[in-house]
């Protein structure tokens, strides 16, 4: 059973940034589409990015586009997102998943999911 553990969140000042990290453990997520979503209190879950297994297709909400990166180690079962320039609306938990559907915006196509690291951007 792949478990994936999200990590690197913490509390930084607007236009600062963060390297989130999701880790597969007890299997690999190598040929899988890796997705992050985040949802901020009262709000329903948001796509971020995804990426391809191959790492050469990535894809962006439209909120982080030129500000967040992803990207990813198969080697070392991790996929990372960089992200720069961060502001209030950035606040929220994130999380990672494998996606086992066919829409890389959609939560519903995702599962095994992580328990998530809370990013908190200060004005």
């Known amino acids: 059973q792949v478990q994936l553990v999200e990590s690197g969140g913490g509390l930084v000042q607007a236009g600062g940034s963060l390297r989130l990290s999701c880790a597969a453990s007890g299997g690999t997520f190598t040929f899988y589409t890796v997705g992050w979503f985040r949802q901020a209190p009262g709000k329903g879950r948001e796509f971020v990015a995804a990426?391809?297994?191959?790492?050469?297709?990535?894809y962006y909400a439209d909120s982080v586009k030129g500000r967040f990166t992803i990207s990813r180690d198969n080697a070392k079962n991790t996929v990372y997102l960089q992200m720069n320039s961060l502001n209030s609306e950035d606040t929220a938990n994130y999380y990672c998943a494998r996606m086992f559907g066919s829409r890389y915006y959609e939560s519903g196509d995702y599962a095994s999911w992580g328990q998530g690291t809370q990013v908190t951007v200060s004005s």
């Open positions: 990426i391809r297994w191959s790492g050469g297709n990535t």
